[in-house]
Nanobody
Framework: QVQLVESGGGLVQTGGSLRLSCAAS????????MAWFRQPPGKEREFVAH????????YYADSVKGRFTISRDTARNTVYLQMNSLKPEDTAVYYC?????????????????WGQGTQVTVSS
């Protein structure tokens, strides 16, 4: 059992940056691969980024590749999402998630634990 809490969301103008954090507790953090998903208004939840247990492999959705960076800090039990060059279409509720699968997973169904989400709004 692991609990995830996101933070760092807010309002930013087009072209700006934000860094989201996801703090984990109640479990062994380094035994989970982590990911970020997002849910835009009126749309279904979509994959954003994935990072392996060791943090040595990352994978991104085409829509954010080159702009977003996922990373993890084992000592702090935290995963981050650095978001640069933000666009209005990035507006969504962002969720972090954890899975014990070792392969790259982009489907929400395969994640066992979820945070409550943090709102990111990008204004034009």
């Amino acid at each position: 059992q692991v609990q995830l809490v996101e933070s760092g969301g807010g309002l930013v103008q087009t072209g700006g940056s934000l860094r989201l954090s996801c703090a984990a507790s109640g479990g062994t953090f380094n035994r989970y691969a982590m990911a970020w998903f997002r849910q835009p208004p009126g749309k279904e939840r979509e994959f954003v980024a994935h990072i392996t247990l060791s943090g040595d492999i990352t994978y991104y959705a085409d829509s954010v590749k080159g702009r977003f960076t996922i990373s993890r800090d084992t000592a702090r039990n935290t995963v981050y999402l650095q978001m640069n060059s933000l666009k209005p279409e990035d507006t969504a509720v962002y969720y972090c998630a954890a899975t014990q699968f070792r392969s790259v997973i982009t489907t929400a169904l395969n994640y066992d634990y979820w945070g409550q989400g943090t709102q990111v709004t990008v204004s034009s």
